[in-house]
Each structure stands twice: as C-alpha cells, then as structure tokens.
C-alpha cells in the first residue's frame, strides 16, 4: 500500500493535505504527550484535545459518502479510447487535469478513512471505510497506469510539440517528460499486473495493523482473523483478475456447478456442526473436530 500511494501522491506535486497529515504525524511524535498515562485508555476517555479534529477533512461521515460516490463514478466513467492526447496540447492537458482533480479527491478520501480507521483498530465500521477507499485508491492507480501508457506513446519530439502548443503543460513538463524518457521499461500487460496487485500487496501492513493495535493483548483475535481473510479474499482477485476468469469460482478449475453444489451441501448441514460446538460449550465429552470418525459413529453422535 505505501509504494501505491507513493505512486500516486509523489509521481506529481504534493499536495497540501498530505504535508499537513505529515506535519501532525511528526508533531504528535515529538510531543509524546502523556503516552503512558493514555495508552490503555478507551478512546472516548481521552480528552477532546488530544484527539484528531478531522472536521478540517470532512464535516461529517455523511460528506465522505458523498465524495466516495462522486470519485467512484468519475472512475467508472474514465475511458482512455476517448482520450487521444497526442492531437492537441489541450487534449493533453484536459487528461492530466482530470488525473490531477480525481488524484486529490481520493487523497482526500482516503486520509478521513485511514484516520478514522487508527482512531479505534477495533472499529468493524471504521475499518470498512479504510477498505473501500483503499479500493478506490487501486481504481485510480488503473487509471493513472492507463494515462501513463498513453503518454509514454507520445515521442519526445512531440511532446515538446504539445507543451509550446499549451502552456498550462508547462507546469507538468517534468513529470511528462520522465514518463515518455522510462517508456520501454515496463509493457501495458505488465503494468496492469502491476496495479491489480495493489490489494494483495497491502495485506501484510493491514495485518500488522490489526496486531499491534486492534488485538494488542495478543493472539489471532478477530480483527486480525479479519485481515487474513481479507488477504486470502484479495490473493484470489488478484488471480482472476490477473488471469481473466469472470469468477474466482471459475478460476478454481472445478465445474461451477459442483462447486455451488459443495456450498450448498455444507451450508445445509451447519445445524449439525452447531450441535456439536455447543456440546463442546457445555462441557460435553465429544469426539475431536480433526480427528477421523467413521459414519456409523457419526450417525450415532447427531
């Protein structure tokens, strides 16, 4: 996740959001205020001051889901055909202005839902915000991969070409310049293998995130059993993905017929696995859940 968002966020300018979030990370380290005395308090014990004003971000919870909704259409509308940026010094730069209002949008996004997330680890709700901006995040690195592509295309004689045209570029030269000047290092294809890994590839911090501060008495407790899962759940988009299966289903190479039928089967006799965890609870002598049973013995315990 961080090298994502470094793609994203320091490819280009820097925001003044991302300086500010990173100014109050470094004063809060500096201070230390009281770490002893509030590190095993419950957040709503802590004094107001001591706690992130994020109505500077948004106002409410309400505005984020507005923004969220707005972002994620502009990304679903984005079609890279419609964009042939080597005509014309304005088509070009109409593409970088879309990349550069979409980009901050979801910088915007994402800093209210990774706060709210590290405000309370435990949060359920908290973390599902984190998520879906982190999947927003992907979605804009597809496209910024996509309009890199489509620059890289352009010569750099041409590109000089574009920026004497129009000189609102001029301010992106740079940036434009470096694109076309790495072309050849990497194909589309593999560009895109690139960014559809981005989800898989946060797995290990949102992991240790859940440990070290969601589950600090230790264990696999249920946000980081959460984050696993999460992480098995994203290894197999990634594949179907990767591979252009429409389904991970599909891309388990059984017939989808079977496999919907091996759900259903175990689905309808999950009263039986609810018995015998409740003869557990109370205490009831039982045979081990991993050790082999014949059918008969089965049959006689349910």
């Given at each position: 996740?961080?090298?994502?968002?470094?793609?994203?966020?320091?490819?280009?300018?820097?925001?003044?959001?991302?300086?500010?979030?990173?100014?109050?990370?470094?004063?809060?380290?500096?201070?230390?205020?009281?770490?002893?005395?509030?590190?095993?308090?419950?957040?709503?014990?802590?004094?107001?001051?001591?706690?992130?004003?994020?109505?500077?971000?948004?106002?409410?919870?309400?505005?984020?889901?507005?923004?969220?909704?707005?972002?994620?259409?502009?990304?679903?509308d984005f079609n890279i055909e419609e964009m042939i940026v080597h005509n014309s010094g304005q088509?070009?730069?109409?593409?970088?202005?879309?990349?550069?209002?979409?980009?901050?949008?979801?910088?915007?996004?994402?800093?209210?839902?990774?706060?709210?997330?590290?405000?309370?680890?435990?949060?359920?709700?908290?973390?599902?915000?984190?998520?879906?901006?982190?999947?927003?995040?992907?979605?804009?690195?597809?496209?910024?991969?996509?309009?890199?592509?489509?620059?890289?295309?352009?010569?750099?004689?041409?590109l000089q070409e574009l920026i004497e045209e129009e000189e609102g570029l001029l301010v992106y030269e740079d940036y434009l310049t470096d694109i076309v000047r790495s072309s050849g290092y990497l194909s589309p294809k593999e560009e895109r293998i690139i960014y559809l890994a981005g989800g898989m590839a946060g797995s290990p911090r949102n992991i240790f995130r859940m440990i070290n501060y969601a589950d600090k008495d230790g264990g696999l407790n249920q946000n980081t059993r959460a984050a696993i899962l999460n992480a098995k759940v994203e290894k197999d988009i990634f594949y179907k993905r990767a591979r252009g299966y429409s389904s991970v289903r599909e891309s388990r190479g059984v017939p989808i017929e079977a496999y919907d039928a091996l759900i259903e089967l175990v689905r309808s006799n999950l009263a039986s696995l609810d018995r015998y965890r409740s003869m557990q609870s109370i205490g009831l002598s039982t045979p081990s859940a991993y050790k082999g049973i014949s059918y008969g013995e089965a049959q006689r315990l349910y």
């Open positions: 996740m961080f090298e994502m968002i470094k793609r994203i966020l320091f490819a280009k300018k820097r925001y003044k959001l991302t300086s500010l979030i990173i100014l109050v990370i470094l004063i809060a380290s500096v201070l230390n205020i009281n770490q002893k005395s509030y590190s095993s308090m419950e957040r709503e014990d802590i004094p107001q001051r001591y706690k992130w004003d994020l109505s500077s971000v948004y106002n409410s919870e309400q505005e984020w889901v507005e923004d969220f909704n707005l972002f994620q259409s502009k990304l679903a088509d070009l730069l109409d593409m970088i202005t879309f990349k550069e209002e979409v980009a901050k949008g979801i910088e915007r996004i994402y800093v209210y839902s990774l706060l709210k997330s590290d405000s309370d680890t435990r949060n359920n709700h908290y973390q599902s915000l984190l998520f879906k901006a982190e999947g927003l995040m992907r979605s804009l690195e597809k496209v910024i991969s996509l309009i890199s592509i489509e620059v890289a295309n352009i010569s750099e004689e041409r």
